[in-house]
């Protein structure tokens, strides 16, 4: 049986990657709510699109960014696709 990869392995291992890193501005969202914003680089979008045949526009339109976090240190985001245009 394979050994699982413990949470912080798995940080580690994002870390030790030769991965593109950009650091970007966080901002409050909604004045007055829980939420903040952060801007994605074009690249990551633009890649991402082009995985589905969509163009970056079609692509925002289509799908929503999802934020994974609390099982290990900090966060990983991923895209998913929309179900019925809503996210």
């Known amino acids: 049986m394979a050994r699982r990869r413990r949470p912080k392995d798995v940080t580690r291992m994002i870390h030790e990657t030769h991965s593109l890193r950009r650091e970007y501005r966080l901002r409050t969202a909604i004045p007055g709510k829980k939420y903040i914003e952060v801007t994605f680089p074009f690249e990551v979008v633009e890649r991402e699109a082009r995985k589905v045949n969509l163009t970056v526009e ?24 929309r179900h019925n245009g809503t996210a």
């Open 58 to 81: 079609e692509f925002c339109e289509q799908y929503t960014a999802v934020a994974l976090f609390d099982g290990f240190d900090g966060v990983f985001y991923t895209f998913r696709k």
